[in-house]
């Protein structure tokens, strides 16, 4: 990828995370959008909604994965990735767009 390119549209998009995280299941986060809606995170979908704090962009938590990772990723399934996590969050009100 050149230097200043971005894998896709939404890179500098930026969310914020909702709900309340009240215990883990299994591995799952549990995740509560209010009494009556509760989810179970994997952990990597957890990971994402954690990194969501309204400031970090979809870019960002992208670099950040890939830093953290052992093996090598393609850069834009990693942005793919992460954009579909982000898009399901958002379904599901775990997630809001700040810009």
């Known amino acids: 990828m050149?230097?200043?390119e971005v894998p896709g549209p939404r890179w500098n998009e930026v969310?914020?995370?909702k709900g309340v995280e009240v215990g883990v299941d299994?591995?799952?986060f549990i995740i509560a959008v209010d009494e009556e809606r509760a989810y179970a995170l994997a952990p990597a979908v957890y990971y994402v909604w954690s990194m969501c704090d309204g400031e970090t962009s979809i870019g960002k938590i992208v670099e950040n994965i890939a830093q953290?990772?052992?093996e090598e990723i393609d850069i834009n399934t990693l942005y793919n990735a992460?954009?579909?996590i982000i898009d399901k969050?958002?379904?599901v009100s775990l997630l809001e767009k700040v810009s």
């Open 15 to 17: 969310y914020r995370k």
């Open 82 to 84: 992460v954009v579909d």
């Open 89 to 91: 969050l958002v379904e």
């Open 26 to 28: 299994k591995g799952d």
């Open 68 to 70: 953290n990772i052992e």
């Open 2 to 4: 050149e230097s200043g």
